[in-house]
Protein backbone atom coordinates (compact mmCIF):
# COMPACT_ATOMS: atom_id res chain seq x y z
CA UNK A 1 0.00 0.00 0.00
CA UNK A 2 1.14 3.46 -0.99
CA UNK A 3 1.78 5.85 2.30
CA UNK A 4 2.74 8.87 1.25
CA UNK A 5 4.78 11.12 -1.47
CA UNK A 6 8.10 11.53 0.58
CA UNK A 7 9.94 13.39 -2.36
CA UNK A 8 9.64 15.74 -5.11
CA UNK A 9 12.85 15.66 -7.83
CA UNK A 10 13.83 18.46 -10.25
CA UNK A 11 16.57 18.00 -13.16
CA UNK A 12 18.02 21.15 -13.89
CA UNK A 13 20.92 22.72 -16.27
CA UNK A 14 22.52 25.63 -14.13
CA UNK A 15 22.42 23.31 -10.33
CA UNK A 16 24.78 26.39 -8.80
CA UNK A 17 22.86 29.02 -10.64
CA UNK A 18 19.62 27.77 -9.26
CA UNK A 19 20.61 27.49 -5.73
CA UNK A 20 20.97 31.00 -4.23
CA UNK A 21 17.23 31.86 -5.29
CA UNK A 22 16.31 28.25 -3.91
CA UNK A 23 18.06 28.93 -0.77
CA UNK A 24 15.90 32.63 -0.48
CA UNK A 25 12.19 30.57 -1.03
CA UNK A 26 13.35 28.22 1.30
CA UNK A 27 15.26 29.93 3.88
CA UNK A 28 17.70 26.70 4.03
CA UNK A 29 20.52 25.83 2.70
CA UNK A 30 20.65 22.79 1.15
CA UNK A 31 22.07 19.14 1.58
CA UNK A 32 24.13 17.18 -1.05
CA UNK A 33 24.08 13.63 -1.70
CA UNK A 34 27.11 12.19 -0.35
CA UNK A 35 28.52 9.25 -3.00
CA UNK A 36 27.73 6.65 -1.08
CA UNK A 37 24.22 7.03 -1.57
CA UNK A 38 24.06 6.20 -5.38
CA UNK A 39 27.82 4.01 -5.37
CA UNK A 40 28.88 4.44 -9.14
CA UNK A 41 26.68 6.89 -10.62
CA UNK A 42 27.91 10.45 -11.35
CA UNK A 43 25.20 12.23 -10.40
CA UNK A 44 25.20 15.57 -8.45
CA UNK A 45 22.18 16.72 -6.40
CA UNK A 46 20.94 18.81 -3.22
CA UNK A 47 17.88 18.61 -1.12
CA UNK A 48 16.37 21.16 0.70
CA UNK A 49 13.98 19.54 3.79
CA UNK A 50 10.59 19.95 3.47
CA UNK A 51 8.36 20.13 7.05
CA UNK A 52 6.75 16.45 7.97
CA UNK A 53 4.76 16.07 10.74
CA UNK A 54 7.24 13.67 12.76
CA UNK A 55 6.68 10.48 11.37
CA UNK A 56 8.16 10.80 7.90
CA UNK A 57 10.52 13.00 5.87
CA UNK A 58 9.60 14.93 3.23
CA UNK A 59 12.38 16.90 0.88
CA UNK A 60 12.36 18.01 -2.22
CA UNK A 61 15.50 17.57 -4.93
CA UNK A 62 16.95 19.25 -7.47
CA UNK A 63 19.45 16.97 -9.51
CA UNK A 64 22.10 18.91 -11.58
CA UNK A 65 21.72 17.32 -15.80
CA UNK A 66 24.39 15.31 -16.77
CA UNK A 67 26.41 12.63 -15.99
CA UNK A 68 24.18 9.68 -15.02
CA UNK A 69 21.33 12.19 -14.29
CA UNK A 70 18.23 12.70 -16.66
CA UNK A 71 18.72 14.69 -19.43
CA UNK A 72 16.04 17.63 -20.53
CA UNK A 73 15.74 20.46 -22.82
CA UNK A 74 14.73 23.03 -19.96
CA UNK A 75 14.01 22.58 -16.01
CA UNK A 76 11.49 20.45 -14.84
CA UNK A 77 10.00 17.94 -12.07
CA UNK A 78 10.91 14.57 -13.50
CA UNK A 79 9.65 12.02 -10.41
CA UNK A 80 7.96 12.21 -7.42
CA UNK A 81 9.09 9.51 -4.82
CA UNK A 82 6.04 7.55 -2.91
CA UNK A 83 6.86 5.50 0.10
CA UNK A 84 4.86 2.13 0.57
CA UNK A 85 4.41 -0.13 3.61
CA UNK A 86 5.44 -3.38 1.82
CA UNK A 87 7.21 -2.92 -1.53
CA UNK A 88 6.79 -6.95 -3.19
CA UNK A 89 3.21 -6.42 -1.99
CA UNK A 90 2.70 -2.95 -3.55
CA UNK A 91 4.15 -4.03 -6.70
CA UNK A 92 1.54 -6.88 -7.03
CA UNK A 93 -1.12 -4.49 -6.24
CA UNK A 94 -0.37 -2.34 -9.03
CA UNK A 95 0.75 -5.00 -11.53
CA UNK A 96 -3.03 -6.41 -11.05
CA UNK A 97 -4.49 -2.90 -11.97
CA UNK A 98 -2.25 -3.13 -15.19
CA UNK A 99 0.50 -0.92 -14.74
CA UNK A 100 4.11 -2.39 -15.68
CA UNK A 101 6.78 -1.99 -13.61
CA UNK A 102 10.38 -1.06 -14.99
CA UNK A 103 11.83 -3.72 -12.97
CA UNK A 104 10.62 -7.31 -12.11
CA UNK A 105 12.30 -7.11 -9.20
CA UNK A 106 13.11 -4.31 -6.14
CA UNK A 107 16.39 -2.59 -6.74
CA UNK A 108 18.42 -1.92 -3.71
CA UNK A 109 20.02 1.05 -2.65
CA UNK A 110 21.77 2.16 0.73
CA UNK A 111 18.71 2.86 2.71
CA UNK A 112 16.25 0.57 1.12
CA UNK A 113 14.20 -1.14 -1.68
CA UNK A 114 12.52 0.76 -5.18
CA UNK A 115 11.14 0.23 -7.86
CA UNK A 116 9.63 2.79 -10.65
CA UNK A 117 6.84 3.16 -13.12
CA UNK A 118 8.61 5.14 -15.75
CA UNK A 119 7.22 8.51 -16.67
CA UNK A 120 3.40 8.52 -16.71
CA UNK A 121 2.19 11.58 -18.22
CA UNK A 122 5.35 13.23 -18.00
CA UNK A 123 5.96 12.21 -14.49
CA UNK A 124 8.54 9.43 -13.26
CA UNK A 125 6.80 7.84 -10.71
CA UNK A 126 9.12 6.02 -7.94
CA UNK A 127 7.82 3.62 -5.02
CA UNK A 128 10.08 2.78 -2.45
CA UNK A 129 10.57 1.32 0.92
CA UNK A 130 13.07 2.14 3.39
CA UNK A 131 14.56 -0.09 6.24
CA UNK A 132 13.89 1.02 9.52
CA UNK A 133 15.86 3.63 10.35
CA UNK A 134 16.90 4.58 6.47
CA UNK A 135 15.33 8.54 6.69
CA UNK A 136 17.87 8.71 9.53
CA UNK A 137 20.83 7.10 7.83
CA UNK A 138 19.92 8.86 4.66
CA UNK A 139 20.48 11.80 6.07
CA UNK A 140 23.83 10.54 7.79
CA UNK A 141 24.95 10.64 3.99
CA UNK A 142 23.94 14.21 2.82
CA UNK A 143 25.46 17.34 4.34
CA UNK A 144 25.60 21.15 3.26
CA UNK A 145 28.69 22.76 1.33
CA UNK A 146 30.48 23.27 4.68
CA UNK A 147 29.95 19.94 5.96
CA UNK A 148 27.79 20.01 8.19
CA UNK A 149 24.01 18.49 8.34
CA UNK A 150 22.17 21.82 10.04
CA UNK A 151 20.41 22.47 7.19
CA UNK A 152 18.25 25.20 9.11
CA UNK A 153 14.69 26.15 10.11
CA UNK A 154 12.78 24.25 7.45
CA UNK A 155 9.32 25.80 8.76
CA UNK A 156 10.46 29.35 8.55
CA UNK A 157 9.36 30.40 11.61
CA UNK A 158 6.27 28.59 11.89
CA UNK A 159 4.88 29.60 8.98
CA UNK A 160 5.76 27.01 6.31
CA UNK A 161 3.48 23.86 6.84
CA UNK A 162 4.99 21.64 3.68
CA UNK A 163 3.40 20.13 0.79
CA UNK A 164 -0.06 20.60 -0.09
CA UNK A 165 -0.56 19.70 -3.85
CA UNK A 166 1.22 18.96 -6.92
CA UNK A 167 -0.76 19.52 -10.52
CA UNK A 168 -0.16 18.02 -13.82
CA UNK A 169 -1.19 18.81 -17.61
CA UNK A 170 -1.65 16.05 -19.26
CA UNK A 171 -2.76 16.07 -23.03
CA UNK A 172 -6.09 13.45 -22.69
CA UNK A 173 -7.75 13.63 -19.08
CA UNK A 174 -9.64 10.04 -19.32
CA UNK A 175 -6.55 8.59 -19.99
CA UNK A 176 -4.60 10.41 -17.63
CA UNK A 177 -6.93 9.51 -14.77
CA UNK A 178 -7.08 5.89 -16.13
CA UNK A 179 -3.41 5.80 -15.30
CA UNK A 180 -2.99 7.72 -11.88
CA UNK A 181 -6.30 5.71 -10.62
CA UNK A 182 -4.42 2.67 -11.29
CA UNK A 183 -1.26 4.01 -9.46
CA UNK A 184 -3.31 4.71 -6.49
CA UNK A 185 -5.83 2.58 -6.29
CA UNK A 186 -9.00 4.90 -6.48
CA UNK A 187 -10.74 7.71 -8.81
CA UNK A 188 -10.03 11.18 -8.58
CA UNK A 189 -12.90 13.72 -7.67
CA UNK A 190 -13.73 15.97 -10.59
CA UNK A 191 -12.81 19.42 -9.41
CA UNK A 192 -13.33 21.16 -12.66
CA UNK A 193 -16.15 23.41 -11.01
CA UNK A 194 -13.64 24.36 -8.21
CA UNK A 195 -10.98 24.72 -10.55
CA UNK A 196 -13.63 27.32 -12.48
CA UNK A 197 -11.36 28.24 -15.72
CA UNK A 198 -13.10 28.57 -18.76
CA UNK A 199 -11.50 25.78 -21.30
CA UNK A 200 -10.23 23.95 -18.39
CA UNK A 201 -10.93 20.58 -17.00
CA UNK A 202 -9.73 19.02 -13.31
CA UNK A 203 -9.40 15.84 -11.66
CA UNK A 204 -7.94 15.88 -8.31
CA UNK A 205 -6.88 12.25 -6.41
CA UNK A 206 -6.43 12.25 -2.52
CA UNK A 207 -2.67 11.73 -2.08
CA UNK A 208 -1.66 9.10 0.14
CA UNK A 209 -1.11 9.53 3.82
CA UNK A 210 -4.42 10.57 5.24
CA UNK A 211 -3.91 14.35 5.21
CA UNK A 212 -0.19 14.24 6.12
CA UNK A 213 2.03 15.53 3.79
CA UNK A 214 1.12 16.15 0.43
CA UNK A 215 -2.78 16.27 0.32
CA UNK A 216 -3.68 16.52 -3.09
CA UNK A 217 -2.49 15.18 -6.92
CA UNK A 218 -4.18 17.20 -9.82
CA UNK A 219 -4.38 16.40 -13.59
CA UNK A 220 -5.69 19.55 -15.51
CA UNK A 221 -6.72 19.62 -19.50
CA UNK A 222 -7.71 21.97 -22.04
CA UNK A 223 -11.13 21.44 -23.92
CA UNK A 224 -11.85 23.69 -27.25
CA UNK A 225 -9.94 27.14 -28.11
CA UNK A 226 -8.41 28.68 -25.74
CA UNK A 227 -9.35 32.35 -24.44
CA UNK A 228 -6.41 35.05 -24.96
CA UNK A 229 -4.94 35.72 -21.19
CA UNK A 230 -6.55 32.47 -19.84
CA UNK A 231 -5.52 29.96 -17.77
CA UNK A 232 -6.24 27.61 -20.80
CA UNK A 233 -3.76 29.41 -22.98
CA UNK A 234 -1.29 28.96 -20.43
CA UNK A 235 -1.85 25.42 -20.20
CA UNK A 236 -1.91 24.72 -23.62
CA UNK A 237 1.21 26.95 -24.21
CA UNK A 238 3.19 24.40 -21.50
CA UNK A 239 1.84 21.27 -23.89
CA UNK A 240 3.06 22.75 -26.43
CA UNK A 241 6.90 24.01 -25.00
CA UNK A 242 7.24 20.76 -23.22
CA UNK A 243 4.66 18.57 -23.10
CA UNK A 244 2.60 16.75 -20.21
CA UNK A 245 3.99 17.04 -16.75
CA UNK A 246 3.91 18.88 -13.73
CA UNK A 247 3.35 22.95 -13.70
CA UNK A 248 2.87 23.52 -10.29
CA UNK A 249 3.54 22.55 -6.83
CA UNK A 250 1.27 23.64 -3.45
CA UNK A 251 3.04 24.77 -0.74
CA UNK A 252 1.09 25.30 2.80
CA UNK A 253 1.32 28.11 5.10
CA UNK A 254 -0.33 29.06 7.73
CA UNK A 255 -0.30 32.69 6.86
CA UNK A 256 0.42 34.18 3.52
CA UNK A 257 1.02 37.59 4.34
CA UNK A 258 3.46 36.53 6.50
CA UNK A 259 5.26 34.26 3.90
CA UNK A 260 5.10 37.53 1.30
CA UNK A 261 6.72 39.17 3.91
CA UNK A 262 9.25 36.71 4.76
CA UNK A 263 10.17 36.53 1.25
CA UNK A 264 10.46 39.42 0.54
CA UNK A 265 12.94 40.61 3.03
CA UNK A 266 15.16 37.65 1.31
CA UNK A 267 14.67 39.77 -2.27
CA UNK A 268 12.13 37.16 -3.69
CA UNK A 269 8.64 39.18 -4.35
CA UNK A 270 5.22 37.90 -4.73
CA UNK A 271 3.01 39.44 -7.22
CA UNK A 272 0.90 42.02 -5.40
CA UNK A 273 -1.74 40.27 -6.73
CA UNK A 274 -1.62 36.59 -5.72
CA UNK A 275 0.72 34.31 -4.04
CA UNK A 276 2.39 32.58 -7.00
CA UNK A 277 6.32 32.62 -7.82
CA UNK A 278 5.72 31.58 -11.59
CA UNK A 279 7.98 28.92 -13.55
CA UNK A 280 10.69 28.34 -10.76
CA UNK A 281 12.66 25.67 -12.63
CA UNK A 282 10.00 25.05 -14.76
CA UNK A 283 6.89 24.78 -12.36
CA UNK A 284 4.84 27.73 -10.34
CA UNK A 285 5.20 27.59 -6.86
CA UNK A 286 1.81 28.87 -5.51
CA UNK A 287 1.56 29.26 -1.56
CA UNK A 288 -1.64 28.32 0.31
CA UNK A 289 -3.41 28.33 2.85
CA UNK A 290 -6.00 25.65 4.88
CA UNK A 291 -9.73 26.24 3.43
CA UNK A 292 -11.73 28.02 5.95
Known amino acids: MLTNIYVIDYVVKDLDGAKDRLDRIF ?32 AIGFFKEGGD ?12 GV ?77 FVGFSGIDLVVEDLDAAISTYSAVFGYPPVDTSAR ?4 GVRSAHFKAPGDGRGMREFGLFATEGPP ?9 AGLLKAQGEGVFRLDFLVTDLEAMRTILADRGIALPSASYVLEAVNGADIRFVTEPA
Open 227 to 235: TPGSVAERL
Open 195 to 198: TGEP
Open 83 to 159: MCDDLPRTMEEISARGLTFVHEEPQHYAVGSSNTLGTLHGLEIFIARHVPGGDRQAREMMFTKDGHSDFGDDTQGGV
Open 69 to 80: SVRVERDRIFLI
Open 27 to 58: GTEPLWIHPDMMPGQDITAMYYQIPGNGEMSH
